[in-house]
């Protein structure tokens, strides 16, 4: 589905900024011609989206130092190539080329292996220990209805505590336990959206956030990240320009790049959010699989004023296990008694041994939480050496905590890859996935959470789709160093 963006323009000095050295992008050419392939390729990744305004000729041209005729050429030929829109009487606007549906060759295989989830096997003999523990301590609320709209006071004080122990000062009645973080977002997006408004995340994202926003009726409005994470002069034109009624982001191992702001990013966004008094979402649903260094403070403790417009959601469906559906809100008393007002329409509580279970796990993060760390990180460098010998064309992202590898690859053809591997019976999910607007046909998510032989099986099915796709051999095989 494309979102068109009609009241959104491009600040002409960030364009400049992300084309880059556009001059030398074609090894042959006319000028025009590597100006055009500049944009076109900044459309395909998504770092313009789809229906923005581009700007004048002559305020680009003057930007690049180009004549005006560079860029109308420029202009003209991604309008022949569909990129781009021109009405008479107003400026063009970024699009993507109608193209006609495939004819599926072959039918998929059944699917064996799944690169689909983010996610790892529970510590089962820590998840049976927390089960039992929650069976004997169940009994006093059996003596009332069971409905806790909040969450019981165990888990409540010690996902207080960790918030605590990172340094933002939390009060169990500061929280609100979910049924998993996109439980939470939903109750979030039925508090404060209507159908039709905005909102602003983050290009690549989290997929299911994506649909949660459109089912809801919401408009996701997306600000691209770059190679070295957040553009904070980006998201400030974006939220100035667009005023969404919520923005969504994940600072702490961004799912799917894997990048976390700085404490220094924090603060400038802070300030970003305080002056355009934009409700922010905060998914630090992943801030426990750091790998390489432990995360900054959470956002809200950034926050030198109007703490009230930083919500954050947490899950235990990273840190300890999926299918123990368990997450939360953390966020200002007078926010979690309007998001209170509203849950009843939607749900009432969270399961209760699950919940005092999660409160046994959160007993035992430090034992846990080191093991499952090592455990990616030895995953991490695997991954990283099958892509040497299967892929090494392919560019994985320098990414230092998470669950995944988001990669470039050498050409647009990530839907392409995705049919290819489902017939040889493999699930992995095309980049357009994680975007708002059919772009980010150049990139394909890589998780490392399979055990060591399905995640190297996994990657020879794919290398076996990448080679169908492009029609070209695979590699001579190198001895591998795990």
């Given at each position: 589905m494309t979102v068109q963006i009609g009241t959104r323009a491009l600040d002409v000095d960030l364009l400049a900024r992300e084309l880059g050295n556009w001059r030398t992008s074609s090894r042959s050419g006319p000028a025009y011609q590597g100006l055009a392939d500049g944009i076109r390729m900044l459309i395909i990744d998504g770092r313009l989206p789809v229906g923005a305004r581009l700007p004048s000729e002559r305020a680009l041209a003057d930007a690049l130092r180009v004549s005006r005729t560079t860029v109308t050429a420029a202009y003209t030929q991604l309008g022949e190539d569909g990129y781009l829109n021109a009405r008479r009487g107003a400026r063009s606007t970024t699009a993507l080329p109608v193209a006609p549906a495939a004819t599926p060759i072959t039918a998929a295989a059944p699917a064996t292996l799944s690169l689909a989830e983010a996610t790892l096997a529970a510590p089962a003999g820590a998840m049976m220990d927390a089960f039992a523990e929650a069976a004997r301590e169940v009994m006093p609320y059996l003596h009332d209805i069971g409905v806790e709209l909040?969450?019981?006071?165990?888990?409540?004080?010690?996902?207080?505590?960790?918030?605590?122990?990172?340094?933002?000062?939390?009060?169990?009645d500061e929280i609100m336990v979910t049924t998993g973080a996109l439980h939470a977002f939903g109750l979030i997006l039925a508090t404060y959206t209507q159908p039709g408004d905005r909102v602003l995340v983050e290009q690549p994202t989290y997929h299911g956030v994506l649909s949660a926003i459109t089912t809801s009726g919401a408009r996701p409005v997306p600000v691209a990240m770059t190679d070295d994470g957040w553009d904070l002069d980006a998201v400030h034109a974006a939220v100035r320009q667009l005023a969404p009624n919520l923005a969504y982001l994940v600072l702490d191992n961004h799912n799917p790049t894997g990048m976390t702001l700085s404490e220094a990013g924090r603060r400038r966004l802070g300030a970003i959010i305080a002056e355009t008094r934009t409700r922010t979402i905060v998914d630090e649903t992943i801030a426990d699989m750091w790998l390489d260094r432990p995360m900054p403070p959470p956002m809200a403790a950034a926050m030198t004023a109007r703490r009230d417009l930083v919500i954050t959601v947490g899950s235990v469906s990273k840190s300890f296990w999926g299918g123990l559906r368990v997450g939360w809100i953390r966020a200002e008393r007078s926010t979690l008694a309007t998001i209170a007002a509203v849950r009843p329409s939607i749900d009432m509580g969270t399961a209760i041994v699950e919940q005092l279970a999660a409160a046994h796990l959160f007993a035992r993060a430090d034992e846990l939480l080191p093991e499952r760390r090592e455990l990616l990180r030895h995953r991490r460098e695997l991954l990283r050496s099958l892509l040497r010998e299967h892929l090494p064309d392919w560019s994985p992202s320098p990414s230092h905590g998470g669950m995944s590898l988001w990669v470039r690859l050498p050409a647009p053809t990530s839907s392409a890859l995705s049919a290819a591997a489902s017939r040889l019976g493999l699930i992995v999910p095309p980049g357009p996935r994680f975007g708002v607007d059919g772009t980010l046909e150049r990139f394909v998510r890589v998780p490392y959470t399979l055990p060591d032989d399905r995640l190297a099986e996994a990657v020879e099915l794919l290398?076996?789709?990448?080679?169908?796709?492009?029609?070209?051999?695979?590699?001579?095989?190198?001895?591998l160093v795990v």
């Open positions: 909040t969450g019981v006071v165990p888990l409540r004080e010690a996902i207080a505590e960790r918030y605590c122990a990172r340094g933002l000062p939390t009060e169990p290398a076996r789709a990448w080679h169908s796709v492009t029609g070209s051999s695979a590699p001579e095989p190198t001895a």
